[in-house]
């Protein structure tokens, strides 16, 4: 196989390679963010209590959800093991779970320690049904959100956020700081 590809690459190969050799068409989605938090803190917001991160989020068209960020702090691994569910049925519509290296992020008013969680595959949220999101993190302390807005305006979309675990997150403090969609 690496004979293969070494033939293919320096395109000494006289037989076809079994695949298209063109590039292929057709848009590549936008990909919009949604920031939910007025200003971000550098924390303490402790994952490693065991209590899962959940948040409630609605939104007033259908989206392709691709994924979230969440805060973490300079040059650190998180362990995430997330569900995003259908609030009114549980059903879980995404599950996700890896270890994420912290980074700068860069949002609408400046910028975070953080880290994208990017689903294998994107994901259809439906308007005005409520999803709940679900996420145990372990790692050490890290930036959090506050001034959280209750709803969200973005690229034509409206998010409305809840809190779904009133004694750990709000939608005015906490974590998943943006939502990364296209519709």
């Known amino acids: ?16 390679v079994g695949f298209p ?6 848009a590549i ?14 924390g303490p917001w402790f994952y490693d209590s065991g209590a899962k991160d959940v ?3 609605t939104v007033d068209k259908d989206i392709v959800l691709h994924g979230h960020s969440c805060f973490g702090r300079e ?13 009114n049925g549980n059903f879980c519509v995404v599950p996700k779970a890896g270890t994420f290296s912290s980074k700068l ?32 993190i372990s790692g050490p302390p890290c930036w959090k959100g506050k001034e959280g807005f209750s709803t969200a305006h973005c690229s034509g979309m409206t998010f409305t956020f809840c809190g779904s675990h009133p004694r750990r997150m709000d939608q005015k403090i906490g974590q998943f700081p943006e939502f990364l969609f296209s519709a």
């Not at 050799?21 to 057709?26: A, D, F, I, P």
């Not at 040059?75 to 609030?87: G, H, Q």
């Not at 609408?108 to 880290?115: A, E, I, P």
């Open 55 to 57: 948040l409630g989020v």
């Open 105 to 136: 992020l860069q949002y609408k008013d400046g910028s975070y320690y953080g880290f994208e969680v990017l689903f294998d595959s994107a994901t259809e949220l439906k308007k005005n049904t409520k999803y709940q999101i679900e996420a145990l």
């Open 75 to 87: 040059n650190n691994s998180y362990t995430v093991s997330l569900k995003i569910k259908d609030a």
């Open 29 to 42: 989605p936008q990909v919009d963010r949604c920031g939910r938090f007025k200003s971000v803190i550098i």
């Open 21 to 26: 050799e063109t590039r292929r068409s057709g």
């Open 1 to 16: 196989m690496r004979n293969f590809l070494i033939q293919f690459r320096s395109s000494t190969l006289t037989s076809s």
